[in-house]
């Protein structure tokens, strides 16, 4: 709520190595963060344009913003202050005045907490991955496995057809070798 304070506040983080951006407006934080998102977000209650409650709300509304730790850093020391901005969405309240050591320890733990869950929400989409490629395996297995006892299905088909088949022809030839003799032998004695 101040720009001085902000200042203050930016250059005291910086000097523990954090990278810092200092916005004196929601609106304007709301802008910046939207082209390059943040790790976390520490946020004051009091704000000249939309107050600290606006801006979780509008940060939960909104798909790329909606994953950052909300740290509140505010004069507000009353509980329905604080489970206000919890339910607005952040993720922790500092009340002023600040101590640097616990603000930096909490920065730090919800920084870790976005770390793993970040890693968990990588290897949750490489399981799925693993999933999507294991179904597609089976189902080529499974298809694979239709295909050849189809094949086999057909070849003992034809196996079965195959055999009267060939009786038939066989017999056909005797019957046709029979009939020649017969034609030969009846144009002979007509002769």
């Known amino acids: 709520d101040s720009k001085t304070l902000c200042n203050t506040f930016c250059e005291l983080l910086a000097d523990l190595g954090f990278r810092t951006e200092g916005y004196y407006s929601g609106i304007t934080a709301l802008e910046a963060m939207q082209k390059d998102i943040p790790d976390l977000l520490l ?25 950052i730790p909300i740290v509140v850093i505010s004069s507000y020391s009353n509980i329905d202050e604080k489970l206000k901005a919890f339910e607005a969405g952040a993720v922790d309240y ?14 730090e733990t919800h920084l870790s907490l976005r770390r793993y869950q970040r890693a968990l929400e990588e290897k949750n989409t490489q399981l799925t991955q693993t999933l999507d490629e294991l179904k597609d395996a089976q189902r080529q297995l499974i298809q694979t496995a239709k295909l050849a006892s189809i094949g086999k299905l057909v070849a003992g088909v034809a196996h079965e057809i195959n055999n009267p088949v060939s009786f038939i022809i066989g017999n056909a030839h005797i019957i046709q070798r029979d009939l020649t003799k017969l034609i030969q032998s009846s144009a002979t004695n007509v002769g």
């Open 94 to 107: 500092v009340t002023k005045p600040i101590q640097m050591a616990e603000v930096q320890a909490r920065i």
């Open 43 to 67: 946020l004051d209650l009091n704000m000249p344009d939309v107050d600290g409650y606006e801006v979780c709300r509008r940060m939960q509304s909104n798909k790329a913003l909606a994953d």
